[in-house]
């Protein structure tokens, strides 16, 4: 264009026409560029927001993990025992109440044993705790190695331990407590300082007509409590 030059009417309207379609051509490329501007930001913000979604992701799954490690240790420490591991007394009879319900369900026998230490409450005082929680852990050690893994042995509290017996006869039962007779006898042999002695209760299911958890835990106790008492008896005499 040039400005000295005299442009006629029909040049003028070329020339406008060009210019407009000059204009809308390069509105149109401007257009088409903040279009993909916009879509390349628009992906950074995505791809950002991705990782950002991530990261946070990992993070829950590790709350989570973390969560369920410390409720599966809590639990475990509520159901048994802290200084021997063993199940404790609400673990023994939660089994002990299952164990009965399969029982009359199938007719299988349970029985119930308790185990009480002689002479632990003179160890105690004399002694001290640390002698005493020795004591424990030492029977306790000997109960895991006697009674079969298909049973269920726990602390029940103190100086008494249970176990539940499942599939139970009179002839399992000897076997059981003749295996744990020869363990402590064999302990004892070692000459250690402490020498571990105890009384146990037996019931069994098939002994009684209607049986009920108390039923064998009020029986198991009684007879455990007549041992430890004829046991003291011959040692006087």
């Known amino acids: 264009y040039d400005d000295a030059y005299d442009y006629r009417l029909p040049e003028q ?8 379609h000059i ?7 401007r257009t088409h560029e903040r279009l993909l501007q916009a879509h390349a930001d628009l992906e950074l913000r995505v791809e950002q927001r ?12 590790t709350q989570i993990t973390v969560r369920q490690h410390v409720e599966s240790r809590l639990k475990h420490e509520t159901l048994h025992d802290g200084l021997t591991g063993l199940p404790n007394r609400t673990l023994l009879l939660d089994r002990l109440d299952h164990a009965l319900g399969r029982a009359r369900r199938t007719g299988s026998p349970v029985a119930v044993l308790f185990l009480d230490l002689d002479h632990f409450k003179v160890v105690n005082d004399s002694l001290g705790h640390s002698i005493g929680d ?6 306790a050690r000997l109960l895991r ?6 049973h269920f042995v726990g602390r029940y509290g103190g100086d ?45 299911s098939t002994d009684y007509n209607e049986c009920t958890l108390r039923t064998l835990f009020d029986k198991a106790d009684k007879y455990m409590y007549e041992n430890k008492q004829q046991s003291k008896q011959g040692r006087q005499n």
């Open 13 to 20: 309207e070329i020339l406008q026409f060009a210019s407009l």
């Open 23 to 29: 204009a809308t051509a390069l509105e149109r490329q």
């Open 50 to 61: 991705t990782e950002e979604l991530k990261l946070a992701n990992q993070d829950l799954r």
């Open 134 to 139: 020795q004591l424990i852990l030492n029977f």
């Open 145 to 150: 190695n006697s009674i079969p893994a298909k």
């Open 160 to 204: 008494e331990f249970m176990a539940v017996i499942y599939d139970a006869t009179r002839e399992s039962i000897t076997e059981i407590l003749t295996e744990l007779q020869n363990e402590v006898e064999q302990f004892n042999s070692y000459g250690t300082q402490f020498r571990i002695s105890y009384s146990h209760g037996l019931a069994l």
